[in-house]
């Protein structure tokens, strides 16, 4: 197969900039979802079902393309991933022009669209990328896929420092635009690189036995063990600066706490196989779980900055480890399920993350900042409730506040008057823009009672950002009782082993 041909290293750095895309557009976007809210009138539950979509789509992407990675091969779908990363940026840039020329909810469903598409090209990576580095290091998987997956926290990090440096500078779709650098880097390697066949293509696995790994109770329990994950550590990423920055009641701190969260991730990763050689893949997995639960439900009940910080410090060891190490875990037990098994797990962690995650961690916030300031105060409560319910499984619907009202009487209505400003300055009258003159109209009754309903408000957000993750700290609880479970499992049997074709 030509084996000298075959360059691992470079394919493993392409690889990691493939996840490095994806971080950066994560980090850009959680920073200015603030700024769609505001500028477009979301509240948090449609934000969050934004976000959600991207997530969605991602996973819904893995599972399909999984089925035809080793068909097709590496390189081919790593082409078409480079293609759809730059039409998903397009779509998304264009959503100001959709949004005065057709209104809100068109707004909405461009910025689905476009973040659905990042999705997409996000998911053929991830699809291609996972059995691609187990097949280049077919003994040290878990350590070579977190490796590959430290690019996702590298990625945060340089989307949340480039948030900080330019937000308010430059303009949301101009910070969007940075995750094409990492996109440039891997298209340029893939395009020049041989890849390899799979590890399972290459042992000339038949389908009918890929798929016959999905009949082990084994495989069904690590797979719904990742749908937790994808909840509480991709659903729980999408909102975590949006949180803190509101606990903090300042968004650049919560940037800044994300940083740092994502920077531990980065460098911990590195150092994935020291670590699971001394307590196994699943005792990791366990370890990972009581500090994620415990880490969230400090951080929800956080009233300072120096607990916040150490509450964000436990929380980041744990997330850590979870989605490379199941990956590796389901590697190293299912080899014969090749790409196939590999691009499940991941598709239904993301399934959860967009389906689940996002759109949960948003109503929870909805619900609890709803509720709250209905106790406390009620006529605030009418003036700054969404005009629309907003609903998640089987919980009750609720109207939540509107990002928009809400933003307005933090800054007493100054954002407003810019994009009056904004809005006049290209000739049209405020009439032409429905979504502004009926910001105008409502500001006019509002603003008389802006300085008794700005604290309740405020004080509103912050509850509901902390109960929500105090409720989500449930989860990792869940998980921590479930691989306790196969610890057993695997003791019984003689203890956790690598499974080699």
């Given amino acids: ?43 948090m539950t449609e934000l969050g079902s934004i976000t959600g979509g991207g997530f969605a789509g991602f996973g819904v992407i893995i599972i399909l393309f999984s ?14 991933a480079f293609f759809v990363h730059f039409l998903s ?7 100001v022009y959709v949004f005065n020329s057709m209104g809100r909810e068109a707004a909405y469903w461009c910025l689905f669209s476009g973040t659905f598409l990042f999705a997409v090209g996000n998911g053929i990576c991830e699809s291609v990328v996972n059995p691609l580095v187990a097949t280049l290091y ?24 480039l948030s900080i440096a330019f937000h308010g500078i430059l303009s949301w779709e101009v910070l969007m635009s940075f995750f094409l650098i990492p996109v440039l880097i891997y298209g340029f390697i893939i395009f020049k690189e041989k890849l390899p066949l799979s590890e399972a293509k290459e042992a000339g696995i038949p389908y009918k036995e890929m798929f016959r790994q999905f009949g082990s109770p084994l495989l069904l329990v690590l797979m719904l063990l990742m749908v937790l994950i994808g909840y509480v550590e991709l659903g729980t990423d999408s909102w975590i600066q949006n949180i ?15 940083i740092y969260t994502s920077a531990l991730m980065f460098v911990l990763r590195f150092f994935a196989g020291p670590i699971v050689h001394k307590i196994s893949p699943l005792g990791l997995l366990l370890v990972c779980s009581i500090l994620g639960a415990i880490g969230l439900y400090i951080l929800g009940n956080s009233t300072t900055g120096l607990i916040m910080v150490f509450a964000v410090t436990i929380y980041g060891i744990a997330k850590t480890f979870f989605w490379p190490t199941m990956l590796g875990v389901v590697g190293e037990r299912f080899p014969k399920g090749g790409a196939v098994v590999m691009g499940f797990v991941g598709g239904v962690g993301m399934l959860s993350a967009g389906l689940l995650g996002g759109p949960g961690i948003g109503y929870k916030q909805d619900y609890f900042a709803s509720n709250h300031i209905k106790n406390e105060a009620p006529k605030a409560y009418d003036r700054y409730k969404a005009d629309d319910n907003n609903s998640f499984l089987f919980f009750p619907p609720i109207k939540g506040l509107n990002g928009s009202k809400v933003a307005i009487v933090k800054d007493n209505g100054t954002q407003l008057d810019g994009d009056i400003e904004r809005w006049e300055s290209t000739g049209k009258t405020l009439n032409e823009n429905e979504n502004l003159s009926a910001l105008q109209l409502w ?3 509002a603003e008389q009672y802006a300085l008794e309903d700005k604290e309740p408000v405020e004080q509103a957000g912050f509850y509901g950002a902390g109960r929500a993750l105090v409720v989500t700290a449930l989860i990792p609880v869940i998980m921590a009782i479930g691989y306790f479970i196969l610890i057993l499992y695997f003791k019984s049997r003689g203890g956790y082993k690598q499974i080699e074709i």
């Fill in 67 to 80: 089925l035809i990675v080793d068909k097709v091969g590496y390189k081919p779908l790593l082409i078409l």
């Fill in 89 to 95: 940026l397009v779509v998304t840039v264009a959503t």
């Fill in 1 to 43: 197969m030509g084996e000298k041909s075959i360059h691992k290293r470079r394919l493993l750095f392409a690889s990691f900039f493939t996840i490095v895309a994806g971080g950066v557009g994560f980090a850009v976007r959680g920073s200015i979802l603030v700024d769609w809210g505001n500028q477009f009138g979301f509240t």
């Fill in 244 to 258: 803190t920055g509101n606990i903090l009641e300042n968004p650049t701190k919560g940037v800044l706490l994300f």
């Fill in 443 to 445: 500001w006019n009754n």
């Fill in 138 to 161: 077919p003994k040290e998987k878990t350590h070579y896929l977190n490796i590959l997956h430290a690019g996702w926290p590298g990625g945060m990090i340089l989307g949340g420092l």
